[in-house]
């Protein structure tokens, strides 16, 4: 197994891995940002265009090359680096320093090279026997031809001390750079079937995924190997890195030739950040990087409010997905990256609220369900309640406070209005949690069965969704009157029908369903017969569903089973048979003879096989974790209503029922997606 010396390997192989891509996106995105001049001939425009497709088309060869070919690419990179660096540098030593006199170069204020003889070319053999090993060691050469190409390199030098003529000693250094060249060309001639293997390999490789699995499979598989994320993450923050350096120093050149010595002042600073961030989105590869980045800082947020309120749920480490994605489409929809430099730093900062509230839904999403197990399963520990009860509060407060902010410094325009409508429909849904949170705990503390609990719950999740769905047509109509009177881009128009979907449809379809469901549930309840007082008391027996002793009445079912109203009535939204035996409940017909007067003893249900419930504890389990689950995890995309609509799916899974099945086809369909 992995030892600790060899995970070490290979985080370093990762790091390596990820900053030997970065320079690939940053030649990219200099091409893609190189200025060209529209004046020059259609020929010239044509030869720049098929140059930076080359270079395009290269650098993204390089960028999603296998480690290991990338490692080789690198290697062979450096040693072809090393060879042409140390001919370079025998060429100049040959040609222009005069050996013995005072003659030498000063640039940049430093002298290239010392002034006497010894100590130069002494120096000068010590570094041309570095690159020599250096290249033979990079590209792994015989024995014989490393000590052939050691010497090649230092010839040149041995002709500088033995004071050949300067033509002898161009001509020798010329030599000694041909032979190294030709060294390598027949090093890169032997590879060349290699390389056409390779490529024909990764080519074949490349086809079958994508006849398996889809292209959208392999893109997806691509953009993981390579690590992309981390690439344009490192991307990014290096530009930022470089241009704040080159920043700070031009600010300083000046303010040194102004004669002010506070040159990093508060406006100065806020200037220099704001126009660090606008370079920071200027192309849509930068945009990119800084989406990426965004990833990791909400993917941290969303860990640490999880591990904060006490959370297990595994899918809501999302969130590191979900806001760079918001984060991006918001950019594109914007068109973020084109708008001249003042007004993208606005945009930004639009764009970046509009991003805020999404991340505080969000949020809510993650804390909802958290606060109705807690409250639902009765968790005594105020420890536990605590992190959750003051997150909502801080969701409540939050956008508050933004709106206010906001409200106090613009006009009204459909981004302000955008923003407050979202931050309103966030107080409320967290003011829906704290009631049906509030109702569970009195539930919880009273004792008693509160058969009206459920009622309660039901009204006001349901009210908070009619809200919900409300503010889904206003932020619609918000939608669509920008993209009449404002901005009308493509992708504008796609979110819309996507929100149009999601939001609207999908909403009003799933609430429409858990209203009907209900409605026929009590009516098919309502049709069973209620056994009171007396009669009641004669049964000594509990509820087969929640293990409860009936406390005012009990329905019985037409095969003689008792239940709680509100037990069956939960079962009845799933299925229309008894939980018990499997019959139906609700066909009029007469009760069977054989039927025994219990639930628990007595009568054996005819053997059915699948989709017999096993436990009645189960489902009493499961009626808790069902009313605890507050479905809208995401909190923008497929709202799911209520938390007392039974998902049929999970009912399936858990009982291993017909739903089930179903489940299991769409799988089947999915994966073997042609
Ligand atoms: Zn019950
Ligand atoms: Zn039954």
């Known amino acids: 197994m ?65 480690q290991k070919a990338l490692f080789r690419f690198y290697t062979l990179f450096f040693a072809v680096l090393l060879g042409t660096v140390s001919v370079l540098i025998n060429y100049y030593a040959t040609s222009h320093v005069d050996f013995y006199g005072a003659y030498y170069k000063a640039a940049l204020g430093h002298r290239l090279l010392p002034r006497n003889g010894p100590s130069l070319w002494l120096g000068l053999a010590i570094v041309q026997l570095m690159f020599g090993i250096g290249y033979a060691v990079l590209l792994n050469v015989q024995s014989v031809s490393a000590a052939f190409v050691i010497l090649s390199v230092t010839v040149p030098i041995w002709g500088l001390v033995v ?27 032997a590879k060349l079937r ?52 080159i920043l700070v120093y031009v600010v300083r050149v000046v303010s040194s030739e102004t004669g002010d010595p506070s040159y990093l002042s508060w406006d100065v600073f806020w200037d220099l950040v704001s126009n660090l961030i606008i370079s920071g989105c200027d192309s849509t590869l930068t945009v990119l990087g800084m989406s990426a980045v965004i990833s990791s800082i909400a993917h941290y947020l969303g ?67 958290v606060l109705m197990s807690l409250s639902a399963s009765h968790v005594p520990s105020m420890r536990r309640h605590f992190p959750v009860l003051l997150v909502s509060l801080c969701l409540f407060v939050l956008p508050v406070l933004l709106s206010v902010l906001l409200w106090h410094r613009y006009a009204l325009s459909t981004w302000l209005f ?27 503390y009273s004792g008693v069965l509160w058969e009206k609990l459920d009622d309660y719950v039901y009204y006001v999740r349901s009210t908070g969704n009619v809200i919900e769905f409300v503010f889904g047509v206003i932020m619609f109509g ?61 049964i000594k027996d509990v509820c087969a569903i929640c293990y409860q002793e009936f406390v005012s009445s009990a329905r019985v079912t037409p095969c003689r089973h008792y239940f709680h109203a509100l037990c069956l009535r939960k079962w009845l939204y799933i299925q229309d048979t008894c939980p018990m035996c499997h019959q139906k409940v609700y066909v009029e017909e007469e009760p069977r003879d054989t039927a025994a007067f219990s639930n628990n003893n007595g009568y054996a249900a005819p053997d059915d096989g699948a989709g017999r419930l096993a436990e009645p504890r189960e489902v009493e389990g499961i009626a808790a ?50």
């Open 2 to 66: 992995a030892s600790p010396q060899g995970r070490l390997t290979q985080q370093a192989m990762a790091v390596l891995d990820v900053v030997f891509r970065v320079p690939c996106v940053f030649i990219i995105d200099a091409i893609c940002n190189c200025y060209s001049d529209p004046a020059s001939g259609w020929a010239v425009t044509a030869g720049r265009i098929f140059l930076r497709c080359l270079g395009i088309l290269g650098s993204s060869m390089v960028l999603t090359l296998s």
């Open 163 to 189: 004071e050949l003529p300067v033509e002898a000693r161009q001509l020798v250094s010329t030599i000694s750079g041909l032979l190294l060249a030709l060294n390598t060309a027949v090093y890169l001639a």
């Open 194 to 245: 290699w390389f056409y293997y390779s490529c024909r390999y990764v080519y074949l490789l490349v086809r079958h995924m994508y006849r398996i699995y889809g292209v959208q499979l392999l893109l997806e598989d691509t953009w993981k190997r390579i690590r992309f994320p981390d690439v344009l993450r490192v991307f990014w923050l290096t530009r930022m890195t470089a241009q704040a350096i």
């Open 303 to 369: 860990l640490s409010i999880l591990a904060f309120i006490g959370s297990t749920e595994e899918e809501d480490k999302r969130l590191g997905f979900v806001a760079p994605v918001l984060f991006f489409i918001l950019a594109l929809q914007t068109g973020l990256s084109g708008l001249q430099p003042e007004e993208r730093l606005v945009r930004l900062s639009r764009n970046m609220c509009l991003l805020l509230t999404a991340i505080l839904h969000f949020i809510h999403g993650m804390t909802d369900p």
């Open 418 to 444: 955008a923003v407050t409508a979202f931050c309103v429909e966030l107080c409320l849904k967290v003011i829906v949690s704290l009631t049906v949170y509030g109702l569970f705990m009195v539930d919880g």
């Open 478 to 538: 918000n939608g669509a009157y920008t993209m009449m009177f404002e901005s009308g881009s493509k992708i504008r128009a796609c979110m819309m029908c996507l929100h149009a979907y999601f939001n609207i449809y999908l909403q009003a379809k799933n609430g429409w369903k858990t209203f009907i469901n209900r409605r026929t549930a009590v009516k098919k309840m309502n049709s069973l017969p209620e056994v009171k007082g007396v009669q009641l008391n004669a």
């Open 625 to 674: 974790e069902a009313a605890a689950a507050a479905p809208d995890s995401d909190s923008e995309l497929l709202e799911d209503n209520d938390s007392i609509e039974y998902d049929e799916e999970e009912w399936g899974a858990k009982n291993g029922g017909m739903p089930m099945e179903e489940d299991y086809i769409n799988d089947d369909t999915d994966s073997s997606d042609e």
